[in-house]
C-alpha cells in the first residue's frame, strides 16, 4: 500500500524558513517523480514542484521559484521541500502527490494527508 | 503558464440529478487533463485522466470529455457522497496547473 506522510509544518514568521518532508513507502520511491501542491485557506489547489525519480530534474511554479527548493533523499524515501523567504500568502496545507506508474500519465494517484504551514507575525 | 479556468464556482444540483462541470485550457494541453474529487478536510482524489479515462475504483457515473482546451466533467446522477468541490488540472506543460475548482452543493 502507498503511504505519503508529510511533517514539518510550523508556525514562520514571514521571511522565515522551513523545510517540509514525505516519507513515502508501499512503492519503488527512486522510479517515482514526486510532487507538491498546496492549498491555501478555503482557496483551489496550486502545484508548487515537482522532482524526478533521480532528482535531476526539478520545476517550480512561478509564486516560488527563487524562494523554494525540492530536493529527495532515495536511500531514505523521504521528499523534501526547502521554503524560505515565506510569505504571509505561503499559508497553506501542503500535499505531497504521486502518479501510480512511472512512466504513466503525469496525474497525481496517490497524495499525503497534508501539512499546514502558517507564515503570520 | 497554462491557465485553467474552471465554470462555474458553485454549481447546485438535486440528488439524483446531472451535474455538468467545465473546464477550460488557455492554450491547447491535447488530452493530459485530470479531474480531482476532494471533501473537506481530506486530499484530493483523481477521478479522471488523459481527460475521459476513470481512476482505479471510481464509479461509472464519472465521466470526463473534450480535448484541447475544453474540458467537461459529467456526474450522470448524484449521490450525496458526490457533493465537494472538483478540480481539473492540466499536464501537457510545466507548470501542471490547477483549475480554482467548482463547489457541487445539494440544491
Known amino acids: 500500500e502507498v503511504q505519503l506522510l508529510e511533517s514539518g509544518g510550523d508556525l514562520v514568521q514571514p521571511g522565515g524558513s522551513l523545510r517540509l518532508s514525505c516519507a513515502a513507502s508501499g512503492f519503488t520511491f527512486s522510479s517515482y517523480a514526486m510532487t507538491w501542491v498546496r492549498q491555501a485557506p478555503a482557496k483551489g489547489l496550486e502545484w508548487v514542484s515537482v522532482i524526478s525519480g533521480s532528482g535531476v530534474t526539478t520545476y517550480y511554479g512561478d509564486s516560488v521559484k527563487g524562494r523554494f527548493t525540492i530536493s529527495r533523499d532515495n536511500s531514505k524515501n523521504t521528499l523534501y521541500l526547502q521554503m524560505s523567504s515565506l510569505r504571509v500568502e505561503d499559508t497553506a496545507v501542503y500535499y505531497c502527490?504521486?502518479?501510480?506508474?512511472?512512466?504513466?500519465?503525469?496525474?497525481?494517484?496517490?497524495w499525503g494527508q497534508g501539512i499546514l504551514v502558517t507564515v503570520s507575525s | 503558464e497554462i491557465v485553467m479556468t474552471q465554470s462555474p464556482a458553485t454549481l447546485s444540483v438535486s440528488p439524483g440529478e446531472r451535474a455538468t462541470l467545465s473546464c477550460r485550457a488557455s492554450q491547447s494541453v491535447s488530452s493530459n487533463l485530470a479531474w480531482y474529487q476532494q471533501k473537506p478536510g481530506q486530499a484530493p482524489r483523481l477521478l479522471i485522466y488523459?481527460?475521459?479515462t476513470r481512476a482505479t475504483g471510481i464509479p461509472a457515473r464519472f465521466s470526463g470529455s473534450g480535448s484541447g482546451t475544453e474540458f467537461t466533467l459529467t456526474i450522470s446522477s448524484l449521490q450525496s457522497e458526490d457533493f465537494a468541490v472538483y478540480s481539473c488540472?492540466?499536464?501537457?506543460?510545466?507548470?501542471?496547473?490547477f483549475g480554482q475548482g467548482t463547489k457541487l452543493e445539494i440544491k
Open positions: 488523459g481527460a475521459s
Open positions: 488540472q492540466q499536464y501537457n506543460g510545466w507548470p501542471h496547473t
Open positions: 502527490a504521486t502518479r501510480s506508474t512511472p512512466t504513466g500519465p503525469r496525474c497525481l494517484d496517490y
